[in-house]
C-alpha cells in the first residue's frame, strides 16, 4: 500500500450528494510513488462527484435542449432543412442554455451579495439551487409533454432526484441510530 | 465603439472577466462541463492559434496523422481552459488544488536563506498559481516576471487580481519595454533572493538565443535568465508546473544548472547554459506537450552553428 508520507492534510474531501457518498465512496488523499511529497488542498471536492455529476448533467441538458427543438411535423418536404437546421442548432442552443444556466442566476447572486443581502457562501448555495430548479422545470415540462421521449428524458431527472432524496433520508436515519 | 470590440478581443478583458465570474457562480455539477464546451468554442474560433499550436506540435510529435494533430491541439486548449479555471479559483481565494513534488532534493537548496537562484520554468499548467504556495513552503520571498497582458484593460484587470490574491511571499514584476527590468533582477539574485522566469517564449523586445531542439530544428529561448544567472553567479534551478489531473499539479524539479567556468567567458557560459535548458526543456515538452501553453510559432529550419560561432 503507498504511505500517506508528507500530507499536510488528509482529511476526506467534501461530498456534496449522497449518491456519490453512497456509490463513489471519497478516499483519503494518497502520495503517488513517483512523487517525492504532497500538499492536499483544504477545500478540495470530490473528483468522481464532479465528474460523474458534470457528466450526468451536461449530458441530460444536451439531451433535454435536444426535446425542446422542432424536430418534426407534418410539413411534407420542409421536414428534411428543418431537421439539419435542428441538427446544426442543437449544440449551439445547449452551449447557449449552459451559459445562461450560469450568467442569469450568477448575476442575480452577485447583485445580492453587493447589496450585502447574502453573504457568498449563501449566494453559492442559492446559485446551485437555482439551476437544479430551472433543470427541474425542464424535466416538469418534458413529463408533461406529449412525446414518450421526451417523458423517458424528464422521468430520468426527476427520478435522480428522487433517488438523492431517499438516500439523504436513508444516511440521516442511519447517522441517527448510530 | 472599436475600443468596446477590442475587449471581446481573445486577449480582452471581457473573457478573463467572465472566465472569474464563471469560476465565482458556476455550480460545481456543471464547470466541467463550461470548461468543456467553452474550450470547444476558442478552438473553433481561434484558428490562427489552432494553426500554430498544431505547427508546434507537429514539431514536437513528429510523424502523427493530420486528424491526431487536430485531436492533440484541442487537447492543448482544453487544458490551457482546465489551468485557467483552478488559476480563477485560486485568485478568488479557494484552496482547490492538490499539488505534489517531485524532485525535492533539487528544491532544497532553494529553501536555505540567503542563497540566490533563478528558477527557470516553462508556460505549463499553473506556473502563475504554484509560485505563491512555492514561496509559503519554502517560506522566501519568490520574485517572479510576467510579460504584461497585450491589452490594457486585462493588464489592468488581471493586476487587480493578482493585488486581491498577494501573498508576502511573492512579487510579480511585469517586464515593460524600455523598463531597468534586468539591473533591479541582478541586483535582487545578488542579494540573495529567488527569480523566477519562465524561459520558454520570446515576446516583444525580449532579446533571444537560438538553441538547438533537434537536427536541423531550432528554438527561440530567451537570454535573458542565463545572463542573470551569470551575472549574479547562482544557479539554474528548473521547476516545471504540470497539471496530472483534476486539480492537481505536480512541481517537477530538475538538476541545478551552475556555470563553473571562467565566468568572464560570457558567451561559453550563455552557450552552455542554453543546450543545458534546451536539452531539459525538450524532454519535459515532449513528454507533457498536451499543456505546453505557447501559442506563437517557436521553431525554425534552420543551422544555428553559424550564430553560435559568431
Keep these: 500500500m503507498k504511505t500517506d508520507r508528507l500530507i499536510d492534510d488528509a482529511s476526506l474531501p467534501l461530498v456534496r450528494t449522497a449518491l456519490a457518498r453512497v456509490f463513489l465512496p471519497p478516499k483519503p488523499p494518497v502520495t503517488p510513488e513517483d512523487a517525492d511529497q504532497m500538499v492536499a488542498a483544504r477545500d478540495r471536492l470530490h473528483e468522481r462527484e464532479v465528474m460523474w455529476g458534470a457528466a450526468f448533467c451536461a449530458g441530460w441538458s444536451l439531451i433535454a435542449v435536444a426535446c425542446f427543438l422542432p424536430w418534426g411535423g407534418s410539413h411534407g418536404w420542409w421536414m428534411a432543412p428543418r431537421l439539419l437546421l435542428c441538427l446544426a442548432a442543437w449544440l449551439p442552443v445547449w452551449l447557449l442554455v449552459l451559459q445562461l444556466l450560469v450568467v442569469v442566476p450568477g448575476a442575480l447572486c452577485a447583485l445580492l451579495v453587493e447589496r450585502r443581502i447574502l453573504i457568498a457562501a449563501e449566494a453559492r448555495l442559492l446559485m446551485d439551487s437555482v439551476v437544479l430548479l430551472a433543470l427541474s422545470v425542464a424535466a416538469c415540462v418534458l413529463v408533461a409533454s406529449s412525446c414518450l421521449a421526451c417523458q423517458i428524458v424528464g422521468d430520468i431527472w426527476l427520478f435522480v432526484l428522487l433517488l438523492e432524496g431517499m438516500l439523504r433520508v436513508v444516511l440521516l436515519v442511519s447517522k441517527l441510530l448510530k | ?310
Design chain 2, 1 to 310: 465603439m472599436n475600443s468596446l470590440l477590442r475587449r471581446f478581443n481573445v486577449y480582452g478583458d471581457f473573457w478573463m472577466r467572465y472566465l472569474f465570474f464563471a469560476a465565482r457562480w458556476c455550480p460545481w455539477f456543471l464547470e466541467p462541463a463550461l470548461t468543456w464546451a467553452m474550450g470547444a468554442v476558442f478552438f473553433l474560433a481561434l484558428k490562427k492559434t489552432r494553426f500554430t499550436v498544431a505547427a508546434n506540435l507537429a514539431v514536437v510529435r513528429p510523424g502523427q496523422t493530420l486528424w491526431q494533430y487536430v485531436k492533440d491541439t484541442f487537447c492543448v486548449i482544453l487544458n490551457y481552459g482546465w489551468t485557467l479555471a483552478d488559476m480563477a479559483h485560486v485568485r478568488l481565494g479557494d484552496e482547490v488544488i492538490d499539488w505534489e513534488v517531485s524532485g525535492q532534493r533539487h528544491l532544497d537548496g532553494l529553501a536555505q536563506a540567503g542563497a540566490g537562484a533563478v528558477i527557470l520554468t516553462a508556460h505549463m499548467g499553473n506556473y502563475d498559481v504554484a509560485a505563491p504556495m512555492f514561496a509559503r513552503r519554502l517560506k522566501r520571498r519568490i520574485h517572479t516576471v510576467r510579460v504584461p497582458d497585450r491589452h490594457d484593460e486585462t493588464q489592468e484587470f488581471m493586476k487587480e487580481r493578482r493585488v486581491e490574491n498577494n501573498s508576502e511571499w511573492l512579487t510579480v514584476h511585469y517586464n515593460e519595454p524600455g523598463g531597468m527590468l534586468a539591473v533591479e533582477l541582478t541586483r535582487l539574485l545578488q542579494e540573495g533572493e529567488l527569480v523566477a522566469i519562465q524561459g520558454d517564449r520570446v515576446l516583444f523586445d525580449v532579446s533571444a538565443r537560438p538553441a538547438e531542439f533537434r537536427d536541423g530544428i531550432t528554438w527561440q529561448l530567451p537570454r535573458g535568465p542565463f545572463l542573470l544567472a551569470l551575472v549574479a553567479r547562482v544557479p539554474i534551478v528548473p521547476v516545471f508546473i504540470v497539471r496530472i489531473g483534476w486539480r492537481r499539479y505536480r512541481a517537477i524539479a530538475h538538476e541545478p544548472f551552475q556555470w563553473t567556468g571562467d565566468p568572464r567567458d560570457k558567451n561559453a557560459a550563455q552557450n552552455a547554459a542554453a543546450r543545458w535548458w534546451s536539452a531539459c526543456l525538450r524532454k519535459v515538452v515532449e513528454q507533457h506537450w498536451y499543456q505546453w501553453f505557447v501559442f506563437e510559432r517557436v521553431f525554425e529550419r534552420q543551422s544555428i552553428h553559424d550564430d553560435e560561432e559568431s
